[in-house]
């Protein structure tokens, strides 16, 4: 599969989330042969949202369960929104070879971390970084979450305040 599609298949998950009330961050994990898991965000809403059921994280416990011991380096995790610290680091131990996302996490994107300032076990897992696929839709998606008033999670945060800003086609790391 490629990039796009599985960048497709992310968004489609993200959109079941954002039907559902949930942050729409949409993750699958592929090898060649196609798609292994897939993901979205959960926990994100009520009145104490858990930091740990992010899309990303789903997907890695999943994965251990379809495949215990994939080729890692030939997995390619796909998601909408880019991965946080603890996410990254996991897609790291985990051994994932390429992470794609469609859109920037101003506040909390970790892909840009210098891996060789945490010791040696992270920079030698390092993982092929493509950004900004489909980030269009995932920024419609993620300005539909942050306008929607009923949605209370990370509202008045610097990643609202990024999102709401933007004009649609507008990409402001150009």
């Given at each position: 599969m490629t990039d796009d599609e599985l960048m497709q298949a992310a968004l489609a998950e993200a959109r079941?989330?954002?039907?559902?009330?949930e942050f729409p961050v949409g993750c699958v994990i592929a090898d060649r042969s196609g798609i292994l898991v897939r993901a979205a965000r959960r926990g994100s809403t009520g009145p104490s949202p858990s930091e740990l059921a992010h899309a990303e994280m789903i997907a890695l416990k999943r994965l251990e369960l379809v495949a215990p011991q994939?080729?890692?380096?030939?997995?390619?995790?796909?998601?909408t929104l880019e991965p946080?610290?603890?996410c990254y680091g996991a897609i790291l131990l985990a051994?994932?070879?390429?992470?794609?996302?469609?859109?920037?996490d101003a506040m909390g994107g970790a892909t840009g971390?210098?891996?060789?300032?945490?010791g040696p076990l992270y920079p030698a897992r390092r993982a092929r970084i493509v950004a900004g696929l489909r980030r269009g839709e995932a920024l419609a998606l993620f300005q539909a979450f942050f306008a929607?008033?009923?949605?209370g999670y990370w509202q008045e945060s610097l990643l609202a305040r990024y999102t709401?800003?933007?004009?649609?086609?507008?990409?402001?790391?150009?």
């Open positions: 079941g989330a954002l039907a559902r009330g994939p080729e890692a380096q030939d997995l390619t995790l796909a998601v946080c610290l603890m051994g994932i070879g390429k992470i794609v996302y469609a859109y920037e971390c210098p891996l060789e300032r945490l929607d008033p009923a949605t709401l800003a933007q004009q649609p086609g507008q990409d402001p790391r150009s």
